[in-house]
C-alpha cells in the first residue's frame, strides 16, 4: 500500500506562487508515476501533471504548462509542483496520485490552494 501526503498549499494573490510538495510512502518500490490533478467539491479530477520516475519524463496539462512546473526527487520518493501566475480559477483542492506497476493507484487528502483575485 502507498500512502500520499501533500503540503504547501494556502492562500495566495492573484499573480503569486505556491509549491506543492506530496511525498509517498510504504510500497513506494512499486510506483512509476506520480501526477498532480485538482477538484472542486461536485466536480469532476482535473488533471494537472504527471512525471514518470524512469527517464524522468513529464507532462502537463494545457491550461497549466506555461505557468507550473512539475518535478520530483525519485530517491525521496517525492514530486513537487511548482505554480507561478496564479489566478483565481487555478482554486481548487490540488490532490497527489501515485500509479504503481499493476495498475493500483492511490491519493493523498489534497492540500488546498485559494487564489485570490
Known amino acids: 500500500q502507498v500512502q500520499l501526503v501533500e503540503s504547501g498549499g494556502g492562500l495566495v494573490q492573484a499573480g503569486g506562487s505556491l509549491r506543492l510538495s506530496c511525498v509517498a510512502s510504504?510500497?513506494?518500490?512499486?510506483?512509476?508515476?506520480m501526477s498532480w490533478y485538482r477538484q472542486n467539491q461536485g466536480e469532476e479530477r482535473e488533471f494537472v501533471g504527471r512525471?514518470?520516475?524512469?527517464?524522468?519524463?513529464?507532462l502537463l496539462a494545457d491550461s497549466v504548462k506555461d505557468r507550473f512546473t512539475i518535478s520530483g526527487d525519485a530517491a525521496k520518493r517525492t514530486v513537487y509542483l511548482e505554480m507561478n501566475s496564479l489566478k483565481p480559477e487555478d482554486t481548487d483542492v490540488y490532490l497527489c496520485?501515485?500509479?504503481?506497476?499493476?495498475?493500483?493507484?492511490?491519493w493523498g487528502q489534497g492540500t488546498q490552494v485559494t487564489v485570490s483575485s
Open positions: 512525471i514518470w520516475w524512469s527517464g524522468g519524463q513529464t
Open positions: 510504504g510500497r513506494t518500490m512499486s510506483i512509476y508515476a
Open positions: 496520485g501515485a500509479t504503481e506497476y499493476g495498475g493500483n493507484e492511490s
